[in-house]
């Protein structure tokens, strides 16, 4: 399906004064036809009939008057029959017979432009507006918004190459670029990107591993890398926006950015896993204590023996090594023993 635009429609305004003056021409026929039936009798019925003719039929042209706000589109058809797409701001005439199609105009995502608020009348005044408008809201609900919208999927719960449970939450940001594929190659185009969305995530996020695991390959080379779902987040975003804009591309949506909003373990391994980093922290910590430490301690024994302030013999250093590490590598405040007697 091929999308074809219509721009030399624009003619609504001239249409519009052209059907009103057409009214009052009417309306003058009728009057002329009924103020004059003995002087113009017989000829007076064929007036009456005509202006008669023409009030009865001539809403049926207003009804090919569109309005287009900026970045909106209607898609329209005749007896079944794809006839062209309307896009841009402007005052259109188009066939009265015309119908506008948007198969997912009353569908609701918990996106940006298209959230329901599903607010009730509850007086008797915003009941009868509430009907007042519910014509225009009709017409209004089968333009398509060309509009950057955003796409806020709801979290998922997903196994990760190790098989370890993760929460995930994606947005997606996406417009309309076909309007004629987005209408009639796909049913709905609104659930269509968002089951995409859904299945594009589950397939990025088993390659990867929640945090850096030995021995994983990611980018499907062969090779392990420290590709990670934590560490990679830029890099796992835009593999799922390539993913979902690889689906969706038939249905005429274009897909701009994908960004990771909720990365979390799920619940039931989340306090385990919370202890598993504590350790490797704590771990990490104590390396670079002792590292240090032992830094320190060469530089005192090196310093001692330079100046030549003290001479040490091994068993001397030895014991002088052991203090100083614990005193720098001790969780509390070391207790000093004062010795007053003879170092020997």
């Known amino acids: 399906m091929t999308e074809k635009v219509l721009n030399n429609r624009k003619n609504g305004m001239a249409m519009l004064l052209l059907f009103i003056l057409l009214y009052l021409a009417a309306l003058g026929l009728v009057l002329l036809g009924a103020g004059l039936a003995g002087a113009l009798w017989p000829w007076n019925v064929p007036l009456l009939v005509l202006g008669i003719a023409w009030l ?27 006839v062209g797409t309307l896009k841009g701001e402007g005052f259109y005439f188009v066939n009265p017979f015309c119908t506008a199609v948007n198969p997912a105009a009353k569908t609701r995502l918990s996106q940006s432009g298209d959230v329901d608020g599903g607010s009730k009348n509850s007086s008797l005044a915003e009941l009868f507006n509430g009907q007042a408008q519910a014509q225009a809201a009709e017409i209004a609900s089968k333009k398509i918004s060309l509009k950057v919208m955003t796409l806020s999927n709801s979290r998922q719960k997903i196994n990760d190459c190790l098989g370890n449970p993760v929460e995930i939450g994606i947005a997606v940001m996406w417009r309309v670029v076909d309007t004629a594929k987005a209408v009639f190659n796909v049913d709905n185009y609104k659930e269509y990107l968002s089951l ?46 390539d993913e979902i804009q690889q689906k969706v591309a038939d249905a005429g949506i274009e897909i701009l950015e994908a960004r990771i909003t909720y990365l979390a373990y799920a619940p039931e391994i989340a306090a385990v896993m919370l202890q598993r ?68």
């Not at 310093?303 to 302030?309: A, D, F, P, V, Y």
């Open 56 to 82: 009865g039929v001539g809403w049926i042209p207003f009804l090919g008057l569109k309005v287009l706000k900026p970045q909106e589109a209607l898609v329209l058809t005749l007896f079944g029959k794809y």
């Open 277 to 344: 980093q504590q350790a490797s922290a704590i771990i990490d910590a104590r390396k670079m204590i002792v590292d240090g430490a032992v830094g320190m301690v060469e530089m005192a024994l090196e310093r001692l023996s330079e100046n030549h302030t003290v001479e040490l013999d091994e068993e001397r250093k030895a014991a002088m090594v052991s203090n100083l590490l614990v005193v720098l590598c001790g969780n509390r405040d070391a207790q000093p023993v004062v010795n007053s007697g003879s170092l020997y």
């Open 196 to 241: 995409q969305c859904d299945s594009a995530v589950r397939n990025i996020v088993r390659i990867y591993p929640y945090d850096i695991a030995p021995g994983v390959d990611t980018t499907g080379d062969g090779l392990a890398d420290e590709g990670s779902l934590r560490g990679s987040s830029e890099t796992v975003a835009q593999r799922i926006r």
